[in-house]
């Protein structure tokens, strides 16, 4: 049913822009932003029609944040704010915790009106976020002049990437990830005049959105994508203030979470970690051959023969697309 009903949405939205009949046939837009949508229906058909379970193996989504969104839901059901975990020691903060991601707007709504909340709401939490990151690059490179097939190429590149996919069972990184074209997308808007005193609060709100995500390494990761894009944009008179505005306003909206997270932070075991145990995981400079060969070092754990986790670091979306890129 909810399928049905976004199909439903979708046609007569994009009937509506159609009889409309503005002289930038948005409907056109509208029908390859559903071509996005469909693709991902048929790229998670065994989990919406024959019972599959994802990720294989359930990994992190099934040990690690099935059970804290899960905890947040029954909390939330009984009426209650879950500041604090009574099952985890002797207790722990919970909302602190900024891998709770309890101030997320999308897990408030599917913890909120899931009932109950079970493990296929995991997943459809995971699959809407796949669903939202095709337009989104869709709308982004509309927006710097492509055509609709090659922002619908744009929106398959970005959502089914080696990064969006290996990190599904990690979906607070999903969940901050997606974000990242829609951020780009307001902030271009911004410098180029569109509507300032609009996109670049919008910047600063869909950059708080991302932080409550959960997932503070990559929401660093966006900032330093934007900085980068600044620093390519030029106009830095006018593009450096707008940047700092938005990220200032997502800094004020997001303090419910960074202030509490900066106190844990202060009390966990890892505010003494040394920088070899933090950087452990990092990408050797010979990884960066698995950006045009990824399975160089190795397809599995038992044939792989690098230094490092494939899975933290796989970052392969194909050599077609950097090709077309360039």
């Known amino acids: 049913p909810p399928i049905l009903i976004a199909v439903a949405i979708w046609v007569l939205l994009t009937a509506i822009v159609a009889r409309a009949g503005t002289k930038r046939a948005h409907h056109l837009d ?15 058909w065994q989990v919406l029609f024959d019972g599959a379970v994802m990720p294989n193996g359930g990994g992190d989504l099934a040990s690690f944040l099935y059970p804290m969104y899960g905890f947040a839901s029954q909390a939330l059901h009984a009426g209650q704010l879950p500041l604090w975990n009574p099952y985890l020691f002797s207790g ?12 997320y707007p999308l897990n408030l709504i599917f913890e909120r009106l ?23 690059a869709y709308l982004l490179a509309r927006s710097l002049g492509a055509s609709r097939v090659a922002g619908f190429v744009a929106g398959l590149v970005w959502m089914w990437s080696g990064f969006m996919v290996a990190q599904l069972g990690h979906l607070n990184m999903v969940e901050v990830a997606v974000w990242l074209p ?27 959105v991302a932080f409550f995500a959960g997932h503070t390494q990559l929401f660093l990761y966006e900032l330093l ?13 006018r593009s450096i203030p707008l940047l700092a505005i938005g990220v200032a306003t997502a800094a004020v909206l997001a303090a419910v979470q960074i202030l509490p997270s900066l106190e844990l932070t202060r009390l966990s075991l890892r505010s003494g970690i040394s920088y070899q145990d933090s950087t452990q995981y990092a990408l050797a400079p010979a990884g960066l051959l698995t950006l045009l060969v990824p399975h160089f070092f190795g397809e599995t754990s038992q044939n792989y023969w690098g230094s490092w986790t494939t899975t933290e670091v796989l970052g392969y979306a194909g050599i077609l697309q950097l090709i077309l890129a360039a």
Do not use: C, K
Not at 30 to 44: C, E, P, S
Not at 182 to 208: D, S
């Open 225 to 237: 994508a934007l900085a980068l894009f600044v620093a390519f944009w030029g106009q830095y008179r």
């Open 182 to 208: 829609l951020e780009l997308l307001l902030l271009r808007l911004a410098i180029a005049g569109v509507r300032p005193r609009l996109t670049v609060p919008l910047t600063g709100v869909v950059l708080a």
């Open 92 to 103: 722990m903060p919970f909302q602190a915790d900024i891998q709770s991601g309890l101030f």
């Open 30 to 44: 509208l029908i390859a932003i559903g071509g996005l949508a469909a693709a991902n229906v048929a790229f998670f």
């Open 114 to 136: 899931a009932r109950p909340f079970n493990y296929h709401t995991m997943e459809w939490l995971a699959m809407v976020h796949y669903a939202l990151a095709g337009p989104f």
